[in-house]
């Protein structure tokens, strides 16, 4: 991990300026202002060999010395209002940024006299000035081209092109490079208490490291992981791109994807709002993404992008998925063979289909999801009606899904996205994926019926149809019984 140094020039003075200005004739422990330097005190800690990389403040150090000046020159009358003043403008590290001292020392002189005056009105604070205006002048003497430096810019220990490398402050994750999961334990230690898991691929933010383990927060678990299981810093920038999926959410009531990014642009197909699409391009003011009629653009007006990350799971969040699904898998199933039961006391097809389509053959070790594939199938040449839910009729892809299941007792919404978290998820996905399993892609979902194929309501041209389950990327695969 990669640590942030803080460097600041509280103020144009040097290290004895503080102490013989500042302070009079108090006696001061070094070692509590010994990170104290100002733009001259740099340049002369750097003429006798400190090392810049050890010159930096907290914001807690920078009020204490604050107010230690102010205690200890009250009874002289001296500059305690300007170098006050002084501090609290050139410190602000609440957010471990760099700080700059972009003024330079005549200018911070002037503000810290001025303010003594004004606050004082005494003829110290004059002198006082003149005396910190003296410190610095030696200070720059000692080191002309730091002088520069400090004038401008100081250290910047964060760049603009370090930022523009990691916008998204990637390199401060941790990402779980395992078989299956790796456990995370309430202290640095295998002796530790096993919290939860940070599965392959998962990720948690860095908040320190000890004796080779990471302390994360990742959803809702907090804990230690071990550092060798993992990587962060620059090897979880390039990783993040490869295990986050960027996503754009619908934010308007129906979204035009066209073929071109531009208005003027033909309209590749609709999507409703809070659809979830993954992001192929980020463009200017366009985004490229994927949908079942093919890849196209939308504005970037109209959707909020962001980058998921699949997280830690606490052990009372796995125990309670755990009996979850099995309890939905119980009522799916009873649900089912109620409706099978119905189906065969009445010759009638529940769906009346108007195809001719003859419905394959269909196996698998799970009965009630083969009878899910074998129903579905029967509708194969029936229309595509955008927002619709009739299996005969016309119906848009999450519908036809949700009406499937309708027929067997189960309720799932009319939304790809939503399809996602339903059910449970397979292990492996598409290699382990069973007949009536959920294949959800982006801003697309089928019926999985065995054999590598699909069944779903694909697009306005071709309708209900079969097709290859990778003729797309599969985002997640779910199982209902």
Sequence with gaps: MKKKIVTIALAAMTMTAILTV??????????????VLPAGGVALALGEGLDISEIYIEQTQAAALSQSIVQNTSSNGFID????????????????????????ASDIVSAAAVSAASTLNTVNASAAADSLAMSIQIGA????????????????TVSQEDKDLDPENFSDLVIAQVTNYVNVRDIPSEEGEIVGKLYDDSVGNFIEEENGWYKITSGRCTGYVKAEYCVTGEAAIELAREVGTRVATVNTTTLKVRTEPSTESSVLGLVPIEEDLSVLEELDGWVKVSIEEGEGYVSAEFVNLRTDFVVAESRAEEEARLERERQEREAAQA??????AAANRNTTSSGGSHSTYTVPTITGDNSMGVSVAQYACQFVGNPYVYGGSSLTNGTDCSGFVMSVYAAFGVSLPHSS????????????????????????????????????????ASNERTGIIISNVSYRSVLAVRRIF
């Design 22 to 35: 500042g302070l009079g004739n108090s006696e001061v422990d070094a070692t509590n202002v010994r990170d």
């Design 81 to 104: 209002a300007g170098v006050e003043e002084v501090l609290k403008m050139e410190v602000d590290v609440s957010n471990n940024e760099t700080v700059l001292a972009e003024m330079p």
């Design 141 to 156: 003497e000692r080191s002309v081209e730091m002088r520069e430096v400090m004038d401008s810019t100081v250290v910047e």
């Design 335 to 340: 649900a089912a063979r109620a409706a099978q």
């Design 417 to 456: 996205t939503a399809d996602r978290s339903r059910g449970y998820a397979v292990e492996g996905g598409v290699a382990n994926a069973q007949p009536g399993d959920i294949i959800c892609y982006s801003g697309h979902v089928g019926i999985y019926i065995g054999n590598g194929q699909i069944v779903h």
